[in-house]
């Protein structure tokens, strides 16, 4: 009897309590990562606003540098593709939030958890992400998102090649 991926095992991971729900921006940063689970573009775009582009992590774990709004929708079209082509689910625990907060624009830093299942497959993905918030007439948006690769490995915890 194979295992179930890590992301469907008891429901998706970005769903469930953590100790960092009353946290300011935090329900933003959950509909961040949901909206990549589902490939929701529409939600994703809606809540981003990338004044400066995004430093994303690539398939392969190294660091994606998107400069425009166009670079930035084109890299999620293409990547919500590749997922949907590969039969792929990806999911996301929050291991750690913090945020500051100002008038107008805000900083927060997740450390978290991207699993990425491909049949019985599982790579675990362990990540840090500075995000930069703005405040702007519809709500909060992402100004700056910079992920960073900590660690990969498979969810029988081998490391996976960089």
Same mark, same amino acid.
């Given at each position: 009897?194979?295992?179930?991926?890590?992301?469907? @095992?008891?429901?998706?991971?970005?769903?469930?309590?953590?100790?960092?729900?009353?946290?300011?921006?935090?329900?933003?940063?959950?509909?961040? =990562?949901?909206?990549?689970?589902?490939?929701?573009?529409?939600?994703?775009? @809606?809540? +981003?606003?990338?004044? =400066?582009? $995004?430093?994303?992590? #690539?398939?392969?774990?190294?660091?994606?540098?998107?400069?425009?709004?166009?670079?930035?929708?084109? /890299?999620?079209?293409?990547?919500? @593709?590749?997922?949907? @082509?590969?039969?792929?689910?990806?999911?996301?625990?929050?291991?750690?939030?913090?945020?500051?907060?100002?008038?107008?624009?805000?900083?927060?830093?997740?450390?978290? +958890?991207?699993?990425?299942?491909? #049949?019985?497959?599982?790579?675990? =993905?362990? +990540?840090?992400?500075? $995000?930069?918030?703005?405040?702007?007439?519809?709500? /909060?948006?992402?100004?700056? /998102? !910079?992920?960073?690769? $900590?660690? !990969?490995?498979?969810?029988? #915890?081998?490391?996976?090649?960089?």
């Amino acid at each position: 009897m194979s295992e179930k991926p890590v992301s469907q @095992a008891s429901g998706p991971l970005i769903d469930r309590p953590t100790p960092f729900e009353g946290e300011l921006l935090f329900q933003e940063t959950k509909t961040l =990562f949901r909206s990549v689970r589902l490939r929701d573009f529409e939600t994703l775009a @809606a809540l +981003c606003d990338d004044d =400066f582009g $995004i430093v994303d992590l #690539g398939p392969q774990g190294e660091s994606v540098l998107i400069r425009s709004r166009a670079e930035w929708e084109a /890299w999620f079209r293409s990547l919500f @593709a590749k997922l949907e @082509a590969m039969g792929a689910d990806t999911d996301t625990r929050i291991d750690n939030y913090q945020v500051r907060m100002g008038s107008d624009m805000a900083l927060s830093v997740v450390e978290f +958890c991207q699993t990425l299942a491909v #049949g019985d497959q599982v790579g675990l =993905f362990d +990540c840090v992400a500075t $995000i930069v918030w703005k405040r702007t007439p519809q709500g /909060w948006r992402e100004a700056r /998102w !910079h992920a960073s690769l $900590i660690r !990969h490995t498979t969810a029988k #915890g081998e490391a996976l090649p960089r």
